[in-house]
């Protein structure tokens, strides 16, 4: 397979739409979908389902979809890495290392202090990301390595430790029914129906159909729940990042939220070997 054949079944699976695909990519839908065509025939595999209406993924096309996303993200890491290094002072380049913003502060903070300190510590550049950005910046190579939270953050291919385990809270907005309740159960939340939950972006940049705000960033995310909009569950350390009109209440039977320090499985690099080690010492 080639990487622009990739291309094209990511957009077309994305999309579910060979036309929208077909202009997503700059390119005309026939040869669009002579190329899936190939491809499927070339692999055995019935990839998309299509009908006169609808287009929707096999089976097969779902194990396809995420291979091919985990390809592409490598080939253009290699690229962007490879670019760093080169323009890098005697071939030492710095670390880029990727948080959401607003959240972890104070563990980033740490660990930043306690590398600065170590022999041999390159530069650090810190990247800010929105929702959910930060693991998508690691997987193609914009960042080196990067701060996750679990359940939230998808680490499958990455390799990880933990840093900090802590419970979760609810955040709603002050005046709710439930904001003055000393705790709450999962259960509860199905008793939200006034306070849809946030959408998030895709890894395309669009959201997913739904009754809850499409939120870009932390935030608007917090104004959208003290404006009575939206809730959200988050690890009880975001209880110092609150402002006005949000309210922080104990999730009592929720699993506990980890933050991670992740990078690539495949990586060899002795300078990041040397930062993953300061922050497992923390």
Sequence with gaps: METRELRYFVAVAEELHFGRAAERLGMAQPPLSRAISQLERRLGATLLQRTSRTVSLT??????LAEARAVLDAVAAAERRTRRAAAAPEGRAGLV???KAGAANEVVAKLLDRYAAEPGAVPV???LCGPGEQERTLRDGRADVAVLHLPYDDTTGLDTEVLLSEEQVVL???GHPLSTRVDLRLADLEDLADLPAPRWPRRDGTYPDGPGPAVRDHTQLLQLI???RTYLTVPDSA???LGGGVVAVPLVDAPRAATL???PRQS???VLAAFVRVATSL
């Design 239 to 241: 209880r110092a990042q």
């Design 97 to 99: 290392l990727a948080s």
């Design 268 to 270: 060899r690099s002795t």
């Design 125 to 127: 550049e810190v990247l």
């Design 261 to 263: 320090i992740a990078w």
């Design 226 to 228: 003290a404006l009575g």
């Design 172 to 174: 709603l907005p002050a």
């Design 59 to 64: 089976a097969a096309g779902e194990v396809l």
